[in-house]
């Protein structure tokens, strides 16, 4: 949804008559993007991707088929096994799709996206389907009614995400889009660089910064977002630096080192006053037991565990859980 912000704003500056789709419900299509939508066109111009543009022309040709005044029309759309292999689907699957015209949906959520900031969409339907009023509730608002308070919660797992919830009034369209997590490393060479491209491989930004003056500035100014990798082991400067990382509550706090280091670090942190409970948030030694050697297998293990940690979800495999292997 993020990347529809520009092509967005030029269309309403432009006065098209243009929709955005998004899904509302699916079943099947195997691994997906959360925040998947589609700007059309009906003239049939399509900016985005959903479903790898299996379903482009028939929204198409549904938007055109909007009537002047309607805000909203949820469409059904399917996918065989066959076709499913030709859009190089993983699998088939079946959606209900809702059109809203652009022009109804809030400027102010496409300034905020375009922004990078946290925030949600959230989109109330009528009974009919019919009628849309969306509204924009940003990760700092404090929520007032379920809505808000499921698109909170959505914003508080850091991932983009969609959820529904049905009332008597009809449904309620939520969509949130947490900002990107800013992986904070504290220390250059080799490690640094591979956990930079493992964190932009996964669509997050990464930085690094070599003291705890420099570390801090960037925590505060990435509060909500940031996720603090500590590879030096110089006292002076990690100490300082986890005990900021825990004051202001960032949500991934960890520290590469071994057993040893670890202990100094603690009682390091200790000494400044961190309390035991504080000291459970830092993920030291980092990362998951992923039997790790190389440099790069040790980057995917922390960023791994951040995922994980940001989503507030205990890894395992997945053979050993139960349930949807993409819910």
């Known amino acids: 949804m993020r990347e529809l912000a520009e092509t967005a704003r030029q269309w309403l500056s432009e006065g098209r008559a243009a929709f955005l789709a998004r899904p509302v419900t699916e079943q099947g299509f195997g691994p997906r993007e959360p925040a998947g939508a589609l700007l059309v066109d009906p003239r049939g111009e399509c900016v985005g991707n959903l479903y790898r543009g299996v379903f482009d022309a028939e929204l198409a040709a549904e938007a055109a088929a909007v009537p002047d005044g309607v805000t909203a029309r949820v469409c059904e759309v399917s996918v065989g096994a066959a076709e499913a ?28 996206l375009g922004q990078g900031a946290g925030v949600a969409l959230v989109t109330r339907l009528n009974e009919g389907a019919d009628r849309a009023e969306s509204a924009v509730v940003r990760a700092v608002d404090a929520p007032a009614t379920d809505a808000e308070r499921r698109a909170s919660e959505l914003l508080g797992t850091h991932r983009a995400g969609r959820d529904a919830l049905y009332g008597q009034s009809g449904l309620v369209l939520i969509e949130a889009c947490p900002a990107a997590p800013h992986v904070v490393i504290c220390g250059g060479g080799e490690m640094a660089e591979v956990i930079t491209r493992q964190a932009r491989l996964l669509e997050w930004e990464a930085v690094t910064v070599g003291s705890a003056g420099e570390a801090e500035k960037v925590l505060a100014a990435h509060r909500d ?4 990798v500590v590879l030096t082991h110089e006292p002076e400067f990690d100490v300082p630096t986890l005990r900021v990382a825990l004051a202001e509550g960032v949500p991934y706090v960890g520290a590469l080192g071994s057993r040893k280091t670890t202990a100094r670090r603690r009682e390091g942190l200790l000494a400044a006053g961190v309390s035991e409970a504080q000291l459970a948030r830092v993920h030291g ?17 922390i960023c791994a565990e951040i995922l994980g940690v940001l989503g507030g979800h205990e890894s395992g495999a997945l053979r050993d859980t139960e349930g949807p292997i993409n819910p």
């Open 225 to 228: 977002a940031a996720c603090l």
């Open 285 to 301: 030694p980092i990362g998951l037991d992923l039997g790790a050697r190389t440099p790069a297998e040790t980057a995917m293990a």
């Open 85 to 112: 292999t030709e859009a190089r689907l993983t699998c088939g699957g079946h959606a209900e799709v809702l059109l809203q015209p652009l022009a109804s949906v809030p400027a102010e959520w496409w300034e905020l």
